[in-house]
Every structure is written in structure tokens, then in C-alpha cells.
């Protein structure tokens, strides 16, 4: 089992639709937990941070964290269809002094006008 | 745009050949990854760099070597290039550990293919 699992898609939404993204995670102390935008044959970008439990919102975007659960989600509102692309879920952790991150395999959305 | 290059940016080699591939940063970051991309996996992680000469091996290490001499520059080196290493190469930075700095930048790609 992947440390970071992802549901690979394609997720599938029509235009000015909610688009919601999930992540869990298996290992307990990771620390920090990000969202990357990756279009296609282009390098991952960030979309969004978060360290603590709750929301972050950041204009359409919205991301989720719930250490208990180790489930980290996004949520784009007013999906565009700009907004197709990979988007790939990452956890960092310490392990013996280092920083070591861990990236899902990425779900494909399409937002179709 | 985060300052990193990747050189080359196109590769075709032919199996048994060494290979090396550069990844050059402007913005100082103590830490630098290399990461291969693939149909169905995703991005793997395959060694990191956390200050000069300090290295680690990621998840899928085995027939890559790293080096890293100044703070700016970290090679990834193909001793024999197989098939298998027929991939897309991505080089990272990050400052890890300070909050915002954990974010980590990604540089270009090189799409490496073995014949």
C-alpha cells in the first residue's frame, strides 16, 4: 500500500461545479500536506498548504485537513475549465533529521463546459 | 518562477550508457530532490540532498548515484542506463522546516529516454 493514495480518476465535472479532490495518508507524524497542480507535460505547481486541522481557504480553493482520520481533501468552487489538469497530493515527514515527502499518484479532473 | 534549470531537457541514449543529468538552482534552498515520473506512479522520489555533500536515498534509488559539491548544483547519474529508466526527471527545492519554506519547487523536467 502507497503511503499517499489518491483515486486516480479521471473526476469528471461540469463547468461552475464544486470539485472535491481526496487524500489519505498512512503514516502518523507527517507534518505538513500540500496540493500540486500539474498540467500536462508541464512540471507540479502548488496550489495550496496546510499544517493544522481544519480549513484553508484560499479564493476557489479550499483544502481540508483531519490528522485523525489522515485524510487531507480540496475543494475547487466554480470549477473552470482552465482547472483540468493532475492534481497531486503530497505529505512531508521527519525521518532521521530530514524532511522526506511523499507524493500520491494524482487525480485527473476535467471540468467540461 | 523559482530559479531552477535542468539540463538536458531531451535525452535519447542507448542502454549501457552513462548518463547525467543536471539540476542547477538561484535560490539557495538547503534541500534538493530528484524525482522520475510515470504512467500510473506517479511522482517517485529517488534520492534528495539536504546540504552539500549530505545525501539520502528516496524510494526508488537503486541504479541512480547523486552528487552534490556546491549548494547550487545536484547531479543525478545513470551508471548503465536501462530501459527501465526510460522516464520524465524532475528536480526539487525546498526549505523545509520553516513553515511556508516547506513548499517545494519544481524545476522544468528532462524526458530521458533509453533505447
Known amino acids: 500500500q502507497k503511503e499517499v493514495e489518491q483515486n486516480s480518476g479521471p473526476l469528471s465535472v461540469p463547468e461552475g461545479a464544486i470539485a472535491s479532490l481526496n487524500c489519505t495518508y498512512s503514516?502518523?507524524?507527517?507534518?505538513?500536506f500540500f496540493w500540486y497542480r500539474q498540467y500536462s507535460g508541464k512540471s507540479p505547481e502548488l496550489i495550496m498548504s496546510?499544517?493544522?486541522?481544519g480549513d484553508k481557504e484560499d479564493g476557489r480553493f479550499t483544502a481540508q485537513l483531519n490528522k485523525a482520520s489522515q485524510y487531507v481533501s480540496l475543494l475547487i468552487r466554480d470549477s473552470q475549465p482552465s482547472d483540468s489538469a493532475t492534481y497531486l497530493c503530497?505529505?512531508?515527514?521527519?525521518?532521521?533529521?530530514?524532511?522526506?515527502?511523499?507524493f500520491g499518484r494524482g487525480t485527473s479532473l476535467i471540468v467540461h463546459p | 518562477d523559482a530559479g531552477i534549470t535542468q539540463s538536458p531537457r531531451h535525452k535519447v541514449t542507448e542502454t549501457g550508457t552513462p548518463v547525467t543529468l543536471r539540476c542547477h538552482q538561484t535560490?539557495?534552498?538547503?534541500?534538493m530532490y530528484w524525482y522520475r515520473q510515470d504512467p500510473g506512479h506517479g511522482l517517485r522520489l529517488i534520492h534528495y540532498s539536504y546540504g552539500v555533500k549530505d545525501t539520502d536515498k528516496g524510494e526508488v534509488s537503486d541504479g541512480y548515484s547523486v552528487s552534490r559539491s556546491k549548494t547550487e548544483d545536484f547531479l543525478l547519474t545513470l551508471e548503465s542506463a536501462t530501459s527501465s529508466q526510460t522516464s520524465v526527471y524532475f528536480c526539487a527545492i525546498s526549505e523545509p522546516g520553516t513553515g511556508v519554506g516547506d513548499t517545494q519547487y519544481f524545476g522544468p523536467g528532462t524526458r530521458l529516454t533509453v533505447l
Open positions: 503530497a505529505v512531508n515527514k521527519l525521518g532521521g533529521g530530514s524532511y522526506i515527502p511523499t
Open positions: 496546510i499544517y493544522s486541522n
Open positions: 535560490e539557495n534552498h538547503r534541500y
Open positions: 503514516d502518523r507524524v507527517s507534518q505538513s
